[in-house]
């Protein structure tokens, strides 16, 4: 099956910080999307992009398929971007393949 | 809309003991997926309907899980018999059509614990 590569696995910035994440995934997708799981546990959808960009407030996204990678961009960021982000894609059928995450911590 | 609503938050359960699961997709989604997440094994897709029907169930981990949709704003995931190994986050999550083409959203999970 596919495969969904997620870096880095940790990241730890001070408010105010800009970053950047990154998915890389072995084969073409039809569907990707990107999440954040929040400290409560709830899975918040941040975007749909299976190829293309798109901002949203301080958080943007580009997929670049036929590189088989999307990044994830926070600018400026708040404590309560905190929480682990999720990649997820869907090569054939309607499985959501999900990354293993990356888990944020800002700092105030 | 309400987004995707599974019942209940929380369950704490002794091995052995019949577990039932809930969950109400949005309204008009037609398709609906029950993922598990831990921490080993991260968030794995359990089973998938389209239009009330078992399309994808081979990540069902053995006969003691089973799921059903009755129809098309309600959906089960029974565990009998539980065991301490099935403790773990049980989302659910619904799209308008199959997740290949379009955006899945997901509940807010039911946080399982077998003791």
């Known amino acids: 099956g596919i495969q969904v590569e997620q870096s880095p696995p940790d990241l730890i910035l001070q408010e105010g910080a800009n970053s950047t994440l990154r998915c890389n995934f072995s084969d073409s997708v039809n569907n990707l999307q990107w999440f954040h799981q929040n400290p409560w546990g709830q899975l918040i959808n941040l975007f749909y992009?299976?190829?293309g960009t798109k901002q949203n407030g301080r958080l943007s996204a580009t997929t670049v398929a036929t590189e088989r990678y999307s990044l994830l961009y926070i600018s400026s960021s708040q404590t309560t971007d905190s929480g682990v982000y999720f990649c997820?894609?869907?090569?054939?059928?309607?499985?959501?393949?999900f990354g293993e995450g990356t888990q944020l911590t800002v700092n105030p | 809309d309400a987004g995707v609503i599974q019942s209940p938050r929380h369950e704490v359960t002794e091995m052995g003991q019949e577990v039932t699961l809930r969950c109400k997709p949005i309204?008009?989604?037609?398709?609906l997926f029950w993922y598990r997440q831990t921490m080993m094994r991260g968030l794995e897709l359990l089973i998938y309907?389209?239009?009330?029907?078992?399309?994808?169930d081979s990540g069902m981990p053995e006969d003691r899980f089973s799921a059903k949709m009755p129809n098309a704003s309600f959906s089960t995931l029974k565990i009998q018999p539980s065991e301490p190994r099935d403790s773990a986050v049980y989302f659910c999550?619904?799209?308008?059509?199959?997740?290949?083409?379009?955006?899945?959203?997901f509940g807010q999970g039911t946080r399982l614990t077998v003791v």
């Open positions: 992009i299976p190829s």
């Open positions: 997820a894609v869907t090569a054939s059928g309607s499985r959501l393949t």
């Open positions: 309204s008009g989604h037609n398709s």
């Open positions: 999550a619904s799209s308008s059509q199959p997740t290949g083409m379009t955006e899945a959203f």
């Open positions: 309907f389209n239009n009330n029907v078992p399309i994808d």
